[in-house]
DNA sequence: TTGTACGCGTTATCAC
DNA sequence: GTGATAACGCGTACAA
């Protein structure tokens, strides 16, 4: 049926490791045979099986992607990045989609071991005590992406969180606001809402602005809970004059609350975003967001995978890529 | 280092002939010995090792999914659907993206063929000859997304495009639009945009409404095509009643256009859309648009590919699943 | 430079 | 019910 190595063999007259050293180039062969082979292999159409190559080299040309939602605008980017840089170097991704469950997660975390990937870019919401223990064993090189896992000696890939709300929120403080909710993304385990939450509060400290409690609300990353804790503001009438979602899709979430109350943004409230998604600018009002290169954080992703399955040294340990604040529509000066 | 079926053996004084058959319980083994092994693995922690086991079974476990862009709003939802089931079914997919690119699509086809992949979804926005002569050589199962592909002896999963766009377009005919324009997909080798094209062309005849050049245009996909297509209606002062796009995305440019040109959606213009991405009622005004059970494609693409591979019989070459006209607030009557 | 033979971790076909 | 042993397709010492 399917022509082996060994067929090969047969029909050039020689033995299956001459075929072997032609198509991997492992050790000289004559020039003659050589071209024997090749001619053989382009008659037949052989090629090699990738499974038995796998069972000998205990390498798989495999990297497994563990997400918690494919769906996900800023995911999907992501996994562009990845995907692409990945084929360019001749590795296939195997994806795992989690739905946030820590189970899921490491159910195919296992998994991927077995299937014998050479490397696991994860991108997960929370970071706990499993992810750690797990990573730890590990031999195959990991790569987090979106969150400095530093303090689990795992490499990863993110942009400066803690930076980049502390910006936004200097921006928002700048233009004049001073009652600046914060609808972010979570608390303990949640990896960068921590940090968000960090720069939001640095910076309403150097300014010596109140934090609101009744203005912090969290939401996993759910448009739907954004629009919720806005209503809720609104119930409670204490609008703040902006506010700062930690996620664009919650922004929209906050604005479409707001609008659907009567109030005009930004003219009313002032409304920023965090990622900078592709509808970002296709909504109206355009989103004032801080940009993520998120293709580029999973290139980057996928290229420390491959440079550390080659054995090269990486010294960093965490590649901090930039952001910029990007001004659009969504938000006004008062001043 | 990794344990395998034979440590296991040793360790639990039996053959692995047997353990073989305790983790894949193939046939009978007493019952004290099962327990022993059981035991063994457990206290081992071994795991099969599935490229072994691909190796002699000449099944892979896995899936090839084959898109022309991993960050479209559609595609993703319909990835998330193939990766769920599959897993469901112990099955991981291998994901290439194209860029729409036909080179790529070719050589990835050819790729996971090699790979050992045991199926194949191919989700394209072009069919041309190339696809067909490639399928029509392959003796492993092969699903078509979005797309009757019954000619070329594919099966297919996908709704009624034509049937859709025939509902939308009357639909837009029952409000009292005359001026109906259509933003499609592409023509010719364009895959469910010449089914759709031919919905509205029907709808419009029954009405004897005229078809106007002039409105219908050519879109890729593209929200920055659709945008400049309305700019040029509004140019040319042919700016019709209505917009249908065959897509949502294209529906936010000509909508977004249409803002910044100072008209109003709906009161000015009604503007309708196609799929029902998340987004639709996400943005402002939100979108009528034809819902598409986008996750299910994904899903029964899947579960055909798997009863395929099963060997089950699969009668039904196309597969088609139901949509539903939504009425939100991007289109208004005009009698 | 080339060929032989073994091993990778399994499953499956035989015997026992 | 259990245990050898031959595949599966390939890479690679080791010999020649």
New binding site residues.
Partial sequence: M?V???DVAKKAN?????V??V??D?????D??KQRVLRVIEETGYT??PV??S???KKSQLIGVIVPDISNFFISEVLNGIEEIGKMYNYDILLCNTYGELKQELRYLNLLKSKQVEGIISMTWELREEHKEFFSKQDIPIVMINRDASEFDITSVSIDHRQGAYEMTKYLIDKGHKKIALIRSGTENYLFGVDQYEGYAKAMNEYNLNIDKKLIKNCQFKLECAYDAVQEMVDKKVVPTAIFATTDSMAFGAINCLIDNGYRVPEDVSVVGFNDIKFASIYRPQLTTIRQPIYDIGAVAIRVIIKKIKGEEIKENIFTLPHELVERDSCISIK
Wanted: aromatic residues 0%; without cysteine; charged residues 20%.
């Fill in positions: 399917t082996t190595i060994k020689v033995s299956i490791s001459t072997s050293r198509i991997n492992s050790k000289p062969v004559s003659e045979i090699p099986n038995a190559r069972l000998v080299m």
